[in-house]
């Protein structure tokens, strides 16, 4: 018996048997899932030999494309010597050497490092480290967290709780915990913007401090809220005044780091101190295998450190420090070895002078990048925009997910002349095709 591959027989079965994430299924229907064959580069392709150039690089995790060459033959090596093995009460080499060398990559300053399975587990990870570590040195009544409007940091219970995108929040908002939630730096606001959100930041650690464990960011680009950019000044300022009040502060790196905004740390372009965890997660595999760290301080690490193991921090998952995915992170930090920021650098001049004659167009405004990441928004925008937006651009061989009524790129890192002025053709078109209707 052979499988009917065919695309509307698999799309028919998907939607039947799968249930898909982050989908209305009532409206999958309309916007049926595009059935992949194959990836190859920045390229898929479906069973009809359609291509489509994956521009939001899998929801931000492909960092070099497709069926990479390197990235396989690692984790291909790591199969077959070992796939997994518990790290509680084992080590093996591939954590260990991904350990010490994103702590290398601060300096030492985030010296320990605790694997999770995904990002919002690290952020699960990250809240509890923090309650905990305050705990441990008696300050027990520092339990209250702070993010930013439209932050996000996932979505499970405790993730969700600290992530003010109400699609995803509000259906489950009598189950969070409460957190405060303080004005975003928008860089669209201009510099008063920023001023005005460190001193809202100011005035509730003047009044909270106390209770507060953290403050949780998005160094850089608040990307799940259409790619929201601010100023490394502000993260400057947000570290001074966190160590002011005496919270912790927590870079939520899972989008942004990995050399997405041009350092391999957003946060380094702060130039200010270390923050107290730095969370990791999408593109640290390269798309490959799911995975996450939590690094941080010799300071926490050591305020856990007891006789008494309920002080010690006794979190797991299953698949905690998985070797293959451990293995495919490695064979990620050794493209950053050999240049990758500096191709990066290369690459993501080419998007912005690529895509500088869009900014042009009546309908778009604040066209702004940051590294390898653009975006534009998208004035008096159609009801629909994102859902209309992704599927005529199929039509273009692009595979784009708007969000709201920003368009973004988030390419994997293989943009070369021709691509790039492929993805501004294909961007421009598609908008255009959308706006006619
Ligand atoms: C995607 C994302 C998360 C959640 O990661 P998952 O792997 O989807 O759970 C958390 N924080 C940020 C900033 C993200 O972009």
Known sequence: MSENTSTQALQQRSLAAVWHPCTQMARAELMPPLPIQRGEGAWLYDFEGNRYFDANSSWWVNLFGHADAQLNAAIKQQLDTLPHVMLAGCTHEPAVRLAERLSARTGGALGHCFFGSDGASAVEIALKQSFHSWRNLGQVEKREFVCLKNGYHGETIGALAVTDVAIFRDAYDPLLMRAHIVESPDSRKGPEGQVKALAAMRALLEERSASVAAVIVEPLVQGAAGMVMHSPAYLRALRAMTREFGVHLIADE???????????????Q??????????????????????????????????????DVTRGFLHSHSYTGNALACAAANAVLDRFDAGQLERNAAQSKLLGAAFAPLAEHERVEQMRQRGMILAFDVKDAPERFAEKFHLAARRHELLIRPIGQTVYLMPPYLIGPATASFLANAVTNTLNDVLSD
């Open 254 to 268: 899972i989008a942004v780091g990995c050399g997405r905004t041009g350092t391999f740390f957003a946060w380094e």
């Open 270 to 307: 702060s130039e200010a101190e270390w923050p107290d965890f730095i969370l990791l997660s999408k593109g640290i595999t390269g798309g490959t295998l799911p995975l996450s760290l939590v690094l941080t301080t010799e300071a926490i690490f050591k305020s856990f450190w007891s006789e």
